[in-house]
């Protein structure tokens, strides 16, 4: 890459999560409501599980086909930026009246999250040298919470002054998607130098892929398969109160988020990945505390954002840590598809467990996915130290 100082390479993950936090007010906005709208248009609780659990898994394995196109091609920026371009179809959502219309606009997202993300890794990972891992992923982690705090807060504001009317919420995000073009062009701009050195060895393919690699990203699946998917809190949130509360609950999980997210980096900076073994611990929460329902889903708020903060942050440190730089794109790819699995079978699983009334069923669940994971977990901290 090209040469930064410190400071400019702190500039720089700045800059990232500046991107981020625009990004963040339109997705993460939409995502405080969609679980509701997607309920007014007819979906069950089963529907909108799989929806949102579908979507996230497609886009979480096509980060496996573009972390390698990355590596492969060096087309770090261009990933970076198409799958920026794309978020327009969140604000769309406002002319899509149609269950299918609306979910297939919520695909569209998760594809371009999908595009953009390991090659946003990949230029975030590049600058840690400088920065620090753990420091470098908590920072970008924490300005990306402040937009996912504003988008929230904007829409629940709207659906509270506009009761249901998620046509004039969606289609308010246009004006941060404009903010977002021209925010692209400058970072672009200015740091389209940034390319991580080593790009284009092809020939190295699967092999630099630790044994700790492949202990870790299994845990991580079994973690997110137990961990109730975040649309699934939403909805549940919507229906035990209203749409716009639901905004604001979330609203109160992404600032969790915020504080756990630069805590969990700067804890990993000073003690490794160990610090892993907190969100694991704590993932049954959220996922039994819902399925509870009635009062009890603040408390799923308020974990869930707890351990995602540091599945944002640190879960992604930990991967730049354990491979080589030449084939972080392809093991960014690796463990996003697995985690994408976690996230198809935590909507699914734990959608027909709310639809169905098993709340017994799903917290045993989510007791035993944990129990599993946390096993690997260690087994890959150990593989790693003593290799």
Do not use: C
Request: proline letters at 4%.
């Amino acid at each position: 890459m090209g040469e930064l100082d410190r400071r400019a390479a702190l500039g720089a993950v700045v800059l990232f999560g500046i991107v981020s936090l625009i990004g963040d007010v339109i997705y993460e906005g939409a995502r405080a409501v969609a679980p509701s709208y997607l309920g007014s248009l007819g979906a069950s609780a089963l529907a909108v599980g799989l929806a949102f659990g579908l979507s996230e898994f497609v886009g979480l394995a096509l980060r496996l086909v573009s972390g390698i196109l990355a590596d492969a091609t060096g087309a770090y920026w261009p990933l970076y930026l198409l799958g920026y371009g794309l978020i327009v179809s969140i604000p769309l959502m406002g002319l899509a009246p149609f269950l299918p219309l609306a979910v297939a606009l919520i695909f569209i997202e998760r594809i371009a999250k999908g595009l953009r993300s390991p090659a946003r890794d990949v230029l975030i990972a590049s600058l840690s040298r400088e920065v620090g891992a753990g420091k470098a992923f908590g920072l970008h982690e924490l300005l990306d919470q402040i937009g996912a705090i504003a988008g929230p807060a904007l829409m629940g504001t709207i659906l509270l002054i506009r009761p249901n009317d998620y046509s004039t919420a969606f289609l308010s995000l246009l004006i941060p998607y404009v903010a977002l073009l021209a925010s692209l062009l400058y970072i672009y701009s200015k740091f389209r130098m940034i390319a991580p050195s080593g790009w284009g060895n092809r020939r190295m393919g699967l092999a630099g892929l630790s044994g700790g690699f492949w202990l870790y990203t299994m845990a991580v699946l079994l973690n997110t398969a137990g961990l109730i998917h975040v649309s699934l809190i939403v909805l549940t949130s919507s229906e035990a109160f209203s749409p716009w509360m639901a905004a604001y609950l979330y609203v109160v999980m992404q600032a969790v988020d915020a504080v756990s997210a630069p805590l969990a980096g700067l804890a990993y900076d000073r003690i490794g990945r160990s610090v892993l073994l907190i969100p694991f611990i704590l993932s049954p929460l959220p996922s039994i505390a819902t399925l509870m329902e009635g009062s009890s889903v603040l408390l799923a708020v308020i974990s869930f954002g707890i351990v995602y903060g540091m599945q944002e942050s640190v879960y992604r440190a930990a991967v730049s840590d354990l491979v080589p730089v030449r084939v972080r794109g392809t093991a960014y790819g690796i463990f996003n598809t697995a985690y994408g699995l976690g996230f198809l079978a935590s909507g699914t699983i734990f959608g027909y467990f709310l639809y169905s009334g098993g709340a017994l069923e799903g917290s045993l669940f989510a007791l035993a996915t944990q129990m599993a994971a946390i096993p690997l977990l260690i087994m890959s901290l150990r593989i790693n130290r003593d290799s």
